[in-house]
């Protein structure tokens, strides 16, 4: 049996909550904080949803808040099946200027589907030149993650470049098996990466859609933030579950 529907409402995005709403983390003060870029100036035309943000926006002590500069969330998880597999996909355009030559992490737009029961995180990472596809479990704020007798935080990035037009839409697609511990990584209908034996079970994907950085903490703070301009065009996301 397979069952497909469509992520997308955009038109919604002003009306916080309803299909999706700004991403963040509560911190332990009870503050929240948001990934939103103040000055960031969002469109959505026929269907698609258009976000350009000069970065600005940095967290000098947590990684994973300085990380994220403007993101949208899902309101709601998708629950993932027990038996077949779950599959997102959508197509990106990323367009940066300001950035270092060569270097994705420096700015790039991205589609994460983040589990916030286990810390488990697929994703997809999209710069002017060049992608990258990761997989990881990662101590997000206020989330308990399950012990494990192997290696219980990490995040594994594949960077490539083939099989992608640069600068243009471009179709991606994360497949996840809970049975079989297994995802599949596709751009333009070709299979780029696999993963086995994965050490979480998913649940949940809520999905995000994020203009980010990633680059490490100093023993100053954020080095994040330079000026550098992003401009992140998402199409709807098609959700299939084959059980």
């Known amino acids: 049996m397979t069952n497909t529907w469509t992520l997308g409402d955009f038109h919604t995005i002003l009306n916080e909550g309803e299909v999706w ?69 959508l197509k990106i355009r990323s367009r940066t200027s300001g950035t270092a030559p060569g270097d994705l992490y420096d700015g790039y737009v991205s589609l994460n589907l983040l589990d916030f029961t286990t810390g ?69 209908g070709a299979e780029i990466r696999r993963e086995q034996h994965t050490p979480v079970k998913f649940n949940q994907f809520t999905v995000a859609l994020g203009i980010m950085t990633e680059k490490d903490l100093t023993p100053e703070g954020s080095v994040s933030a330079h000026g550098q301009t992003v401009i992140a065009e998402w199409s709807p996301i098609t959700i299939e579950v084959k059980e």
Request: hydrophobic share 35%; net charge negative; charged share 25%.
């Open 21 to 89: 709403k700004i991403g963040g983390f509560p911190l332990p003060d009870g503050s929240f904080w948001q990934y939103r870029e103040p000055e960031a100036v969002v469109i959505v035309r026929n269907g698609i949803l258009y976000t350009r943000a000069t970065i600005s926006r940095k967290h000098d002590k947590i990684q994973i808040l300085d990380n994220a500069k403007h993101m949208y969330y899902s309101a709601k998880p998708v629950d993932v099946p027990e038996s077949g597999e779950i599959s997102f996909e």
């Open 120 to 188: 488990g995180a697929l994703d997809f990472f999209v710069s002017n030149d060049q992608y990258a596809s990761v997989y990881a479990v990662l101590p997000f704020p206020g989330v308990t993650v399950p012990e494990s007798d192997r290696t219980k935080y990490f995040c594994v990035f594949k960077e490539a470049n083939e099989g992608f037009e640069p600068r243009a839409f471009n179709t991606y697609k994360i497949t996840y098996n809970r049975q079989t511990d297994e995802v599949v990584f596709y751009v333009n």
